[in-house]
């Protein structure tokens, strides 16, 4: 009777023990896996998700280029036919590099001066080869915003000089520009909203910043008393890829007295492509994305997009850069007048700055008396310096 009754409690406690158990048990099972869209009749979702996706690297928050790409995204929406997904990334370098290496990446904006500093540090193989260009874009001004003491270019020598993060123009751009006019300031690598602040402490002196003015980094900065933007001389040694421009009162009226003008020069930017062979799912992909880029530019030229998409040429040429295979297709057909070649766009820039200087506008009669000048002055200047 008494084993009878041990064996009876036993049990129970048994069962006790695993109904106790059981739960933690199943908590610390595995769950199972989420179905695949496959899995649950959604296989033509992802296709279709994909298969005319376009991914646009653009660059920083605080930067014009990727206010581009989401104006791109708006304008070239036509899913399923076409989507444009614009990308924060670090810039013009690292957009090259994200091009070449991240997967996703069929598109960026980059600038016109960094396939030659890729040639000359030789960190990209054959890089000329594997990257083309689609049009040349809008000019991104250098601007050069600094504290009270500093009068000139010459007065950063030694000082820290934020050239914003890694891979960005400002860094490129910025770096290539303060080697020719053989300044050499302490290159400090932030943020330069972060940059900014320090620049009140006095822990930097000044920041280089390269992007499309206006930008929000200083158009939405309160003035702090003293500190100015600095004059960037148009040297001999800047006329490869660099224009003279200037920044203006109308586009920081925060930070310039009405009327004031601030020389400086500006690169132009690239919308630039991989060099994918024509019969390739890539290259039909992005050949979609140039007929729908041309096709629709004029909506660019509207409000309430940057009013810098009226600066863009899209037939322009660009010097050291080979065109893409669709683009010159798409170009040839238009037939462009011949005043929009090789140039025109650095003629466009000086006629801005000259007027915004001035306040004066040419006649399209004088402009056009004066575009035959200047060409006449690029072609003496491209034989001079092939003789030389």
Known sequence: ???TVLMGLLAAGLGVAAAWVGPAAAQTARAPRPATAAAVG????????????????????????????????????????????????????????????????????????????????????????RVRYICSFYINEVHVYVRPEIKTLEDLNGKKVSFNTAGSAANLTGGIIFDRLHINAERVLMN??????????????GVVHVTGAPTDLFAKYKPEPGFHFLPVPYASNLKDYYVPTALTSRDYPNLLEPGQIVDTV??????????????????RRVARFVEYFFK??????????????????????????????????????????PETGAGK?????????????????????????????FQEWMKREGSQSAVR
């Open 345 to 373: 766009q650095q003629f466009d820039a000086w006629m801005r700055a000259r007027a915004a200087k001035t306040g004066q506008r040419m006649t399209d009669e004088e402009a056009g008396a004066l575009f035959k000048q």
């Open 42 to 129: 959604e296989g033509g979702k992802v296709q279709e998700s994909n298969e005319w996706t376009v991914g646009l690297a653009g660059g920083l928050l605080e930067g014009t280029n990727i206010r581009f790409a989401a104006e791109m995204a708006k304008v070239l929406d036509d899913r399923p036919n076409l989507r444009v997904l614009p990308m924060v990334t670090y810039g013009a370098l690292g957009n090259i590099e994200d091009l070449l290496y991240l997967k996703g990446v069929d598109v960026t904006i980059t600038s016109a001066d960094v396939l030659e500093e890729f040639v000359r540090k030789g960190t990209l193989a054959n890089i000329k080869n």
């Open 1 to 3: 009777m008494r084993a």
């Open 192 to 205: 330069n909203s972060i940059a900014l602040e320090k620049m009140r402490s006095g822990e930097i002196a």
């Open 266 to 283: 500006g690169v132009p930017q690239v919308l630039a492509v991989y060099n994918w062979p024509p019969e390739t799912e890539r290259y």
């Open 296 to 337: 629709r530019f004029d909506q660019f030229r509207q409000p309430p997009f940057h009013p810098k998409w009226n600066e863009i040429n899209l037939a322009s040429s660009l010097p050291g850069w080979t065109r893409f295979k669709a683009a010159e297709e798409l170009l040839a057909q238009e037939a462009p007048p």
